[in-house]
């Protein structure tokens, strides 16, 4: 079997078996990459592959045969250009921080090395992780390893695109209103999105601070189970990580699906935006789980017909408030006129961001401006504690939420970059998660006729990842 097709705990069962080394799974992975680069069409997933991979599969391959056995030994991640890698580039895929190195490792990035894992390169994303296609990346888009005239989805779409493509077994995304689930739904691969806490967001560059949640992309449940394993818990940099142990998850089991009690949102079914390509796949999702034994109920939850708008008023906001540091003074991009701070602020910011980024500090600037918009920003607050409220109730009576992960199949590159309002509404069915802070998994559920990955997601209650994942499991076993 190529090694670039084996699963991440394909690999690990290999290494402790002594029928691969790190330092050959790595170079495989290299070697794939290199030749995608001198293609005429490249994922261009990575931004930059790290030099040091090899030599840190040397050591991991050493520490192997001095008895180590770290749950993540020798194994190689990617990492999304917005997590801290010490020593190396995070730009968050702007202009604005070309030349900023991270002083230090992001919690999860630490934890990962801690345990045994070898970063392989920082992928590429939507500037700042502002997007669903990564055309807004200062680096160029990236493309789907399905059709590369397609998007691969975004902001993660770098993260996507690697592991779907056979650059990497696993990396690392970020999610702030769809950003992991959407890209692995387009690419055709599993991508979690956390309860929020579950994972710290320390050495995380802040886009919507109360929304953002690093995410999980892999080919698996149990390779996202394993990584999670590792990551998960209470950090002392970051007051809203959670005190949890997840440490039992690299053992995954399936799920019993027989008296599962699935909730299906009666305000997507009837959505108009929805694909029917997509629709009748979801539909045999439903099939798939009334026919194991599982009860499944349409239940109405009228707010999330204002999710989307509740979760832009409130990103947009916060998005506003953290890109304020960018400043030209203390990091990054410096471009002063020398005819004060105000000139200097504003050449700095208009050279280093790009045009979705401003867009929305402009958006978000306005919403926050009561002068301008009033009491819009409290009124986001309120719809989004009812939209918690009203998820927490149905996951009452229910142990998930059923629904699509995006309305369409990945979209032509090119076609909705200069359509915000469409490029948008691809978040439609994602966001309520991210306001509820209930993890979800987008699994791969079917394919459009022409081949298009289609994503289904399963949505649980707070920290009710491993519940989620061992139903994937079940369903990924049954194909």
């Known amino acids: 079997m190529n090694i670039c097709d ?70 190689p991640f990617a990492v999304k250009d917005n997590i801290s890698v010490k020593g190396k580039s995070c730009t968050c895929g702007s202009n604005i921080l070309r030349g900023y190195v991270a002083p230090y490792n992001a919690t999860v990035t630490e934890r990962l090395l801690a345990a045994g894992g070898i970063p392989l390169g920082r992928t590429n994303m939507d500037e700042f992780a502002m997007g669903s296609s990564t055309e807004y990346s200062s680096y160029g888009p990236s493309k789907n390893p399905v059709d590369r005239t397609l998007t691969p989805g975004g902001s993660s779409g770098g993260s996507a695109a690697v592991v779907a493509g056979g650059q990497a ?85 399936p799920a019993e699906i027989r008296g599962l009690r699935v909730a299906l949102p009666e305000e997507f079914m009837r959505e108009k935006g929805l694909d029917p390509e997509i629709a009748a796949i979801f539909k045999n999702a439903c099939d798939w789980f009334t026919s194991r034994g599982a009860v499944l109920e ?59 980024v401003k867009r929305r500090i402009i958006i978000g600037n306005y919403v926050l401006s009561t002068h301008f918009s009033g009491d819009c920003y409290k009124k986001g607050m309120s719809v989004r504690a009812r939209i918690q409220k009203d998820i927490a109730e149905v996951l009452k009576s229910h142990d998930i939420i059923l629904c699509p992960t995006n ?5 032509r590159l090119g076609s909705k ?45 707070h920290f009710g990842e491993e519940k989620i994942l061992q139903i994937a499991k079940t369903w990924e076993q049954s194909k």
Not at 28 to 55: C, M, T, W
Not at 184 to 190: F, H, Q, T, V
Not at 407 to 411: G, S
Not at 450 to 458: C, F, K, S, T
């Open 407 to 411: 309305p369409a199949p990945a979209f």
């Open 6 to 75: 084996m699963t991440l705990t394909e690999l690990k069962d290999n290494l402790r078996s002594g029928a691969l080394t790190s330092v050959r799974i790595v170079r495989a992975f290299r070697e794939a990459y290199d030749a995608d680069a001198k293609s005429g069409q490249p994922l261009n997933g990575y931004i930059e592959f790290y030099d040091n991979a090899e030599e840190m599969a040397k050591k991991a391959d050493e520490a192997r045969a001095n008895g180590d056995d770290r749950p993540f030994l020798g194994l």
């Open 169 to 253: 077994p696993f990396a690392l995304g970020t999610e702030t209103g769809g950003s992991v689930r959407l890209p692995a739904s387009y690419c055709g691969i599993y991508g979690l999105k956390p309860t929020y806490g579950t994972l710290s967001r320390s050495g995380v560059v802040a886009f919507g601070s109360s929304l953002d949640q690093v995410g999980l992309l892999a080919k698996t449940p149990d390779d996202i189970a394993l990584a999670l394993s590792v990551m998960a818990g209470r950090d002392i940099h970051d007051d809203t990580s959670a005190d949890l142990d997840f440490s039992g998850l690299d053992r995954l089991e």
């Open 417 to 461: 970059v200069d359509d915000p309002l469409s490029m948008y509404l691809s978040d439609l069915f994602t966001t309520f998660v991210n306001l509820a802070r209930i993890p979800s998994l987008s699994v791969p559920m079917g394919k459009t006729k022409e081949g298009l990955p289609v994503g289904i997601q399963i949505c649980g209650p």
């Open 298 to 356: 349409t239940v109405s939850i009228p707010v999330l017909e204002a999710a989307i708008g509740c979760y832009y008023v409130l990103a947009l906001s916060e998005a506003a408030s953290n890109l304020s540091r960018f400043d030209g003074i203390r990091y990054g991009l410096r471009k002063d006129p020398g005819e004060g701070y105000d000139e200097l602020y504003v050449a700095t910011r208009s050279e280093g961001f790009g045009s979705e």
